[in-house]
């Protein structure tokens, strides 16, 4: 069974900096990415950044271009978001997902196969 955990959110203030991590377990497929995803009260979750696992290819929204940076642990089997100067508009609740077809790109969430439970970042003074 796939499983993910997604954890590190929290209050911070504008400026700050939080790493979101994204354990995952249970994989039986060779290929894969994993993307965060964004989502506010009211709308859909939207993809911020990515990483492939076959190849370390990685994508970032144009929002968080310069200010996230996404990595990985082959070892922990764990994918890492740094969040560096925080935005209050960066506040949502952020989820990790996988994608088998190991896409890495501005992908809706329906084209993602396994979802964690979703971690809440809350940016504000």
């Known amino acids: 069974e796939v499983q993910l955990q997604a954890s590190g959110g929290g209050l911070v203030q504008p400026g700050g900096s939080l790493r979101l991590s994204c354990q995952a377990s249970?994989?039986?497929?060779?290929?894969?990415?994993i993307a965060w995803f964004h989502q506010v009260p009211g709308k859909g979750r939207e993809a911020v950044s990515c990483?492939?696992?076959?190849?370390?290819?990685?994508y970032y929204a144009d929002s968080v271009k310069g200010r996230f940076s996404i990595s990985s642990d082959t070892a922990k089997n764990t994918v890492y978001l740094q969040m560096n100067s925080l935005k209050p508009e960066d506040t949502g609740v952020y989820y990790c997902?996988?994608?088998?077809?190991?896409?890495?790109?501005?992908?809706?969430?329906?084209?993602?196969?396994?979802w964690g439970q979703g971690t809440l970042v809350t940016v504000s003074s």
């Open positions: 990483i492939s696992k076959t190849d370390g290819s990685t």
């Open positions: 249970g994989f039986t497929f060779k290929d894969y990415s």
């Open positions: 997902a996988v994608d088998s077809y190991a896409r890495v790109g501005a992908f809706p969430s329906w084209a993602y196969d396994y």
